[in-house]
């Protein structure tokens, strides 16, 4: 068994989607997905209600869940630091209901801030807070939304409210979480028997550790040189380009020359 995410080595998460059909069986799925949307029509009848998708693995077995309980409606935040592949993967990927919504980070900002390019936890925070929250707060008041739908985990370690999975933030936004007790295993299993498309992001170094993100963010890099390192092997041109203004990528490109 998979443990805390954090604790997992990528090729552990390589390994365990390779071997997934050996781990759980076909009928478990189809049990939990049957539970799972119950769930979900129990908790949003009557209510207006939508669900955040960030093209990760989990939002993308939230939203096949979603879109067969009859929701389809879609929130994903984005900024201008994107990679540019996974986000041509978006475009070709995306569910008919998303709306995208850009909050308009890009050099500009990052060059002001160039303590939040692979932050620490608290960094990690503003950068949600930025983005997704800022995103899915605009999006839940212009829509008039009762519940926003969320693909948090307890196994990631997320908060996902007491009890029942429902808890509304200070802004008064409502976040339900209908996948909070699935295990790693069984969103993995998912995917691969539904045969779900994942991004690109899954197929680079440390894919699954790092998950979605902007490229400043890189969660999980002990060192700006990691970092570096990591989005070089990824998209050059990203660290060639940022080099014109950030110190540090600068830094780094003298030392491979």
Not at 1 to 26: F, H, P, Y
Not at 171 to 190: F, Q
Not at 209 to 221: D, F, I, L
């Amino acid at each position: 068994m998979l443990g805390r995410k954090q604790s997992i080595s990528n090729e552990q998460w390589i390994k365990a989607m390779g071997d997934i059909k050996n781990i759980v069986t076909e009928a478990e799925i189809k049990n939990l997905e049957k539970q799972t949307i119950t769930d979900i029509k129990a908790k949003t009848k009557n209510k207006k209600s939508a669900y955040a998708w960030s093209a990760g693995k989990d939002s993308i077995v939230l939203g096949a869940l979603c879109e067969k309980a009859g929701i389809t409606a879609c929130v994903m935040g984005v900024c201008n630091l994107e990679f540019a592949d996974f986000m041509a993967w978006v475009d070709q990927n995306k569910p008919s209901g998303l709306q995208i919504i850009n909050t308009g980070l890009d050099m500009d900002w990052l060059e002001k801030n160039q303590d939040l390019i692979f932050p620490d936890a608290a960094g990690l925070a503003r950068w949600c807070r930025e983005i997704h929250i800022k995103a899915q707060t605009i999006y839940f008041k212009e829509h008039k939304l009762d519940v926003l739908l969320q693909g948090r985990r307890k196994a990631d370690g997320n908060f996902v409210g007491r009890g029942d999975n429902i808890y509304t933030n200070g802004k008064g936004i409502t976040d339900y979480s209908p996948l909070s007790d699935w295990p790693h295993e069984m969103v993995l299993a998912y995917i691969a028997y539904n045969s779900l498309s994942l991004p690109p992001i899954y197929d680079w170094v440390n894919g699954y550790k790092r998950g979605t993100h902007a490229w400043p963010m890189r969660p999980g890099c002990k060192t700006k040189e990691e970092g570096w390192q990591e989005i070089y092997e990824i998209d050059p041109a990203i660290v060639t380009n940022a080099a014109q203004r950030i110190e540090s990528a600068k830094k780094f490109l003298g030392g491979i020359a």
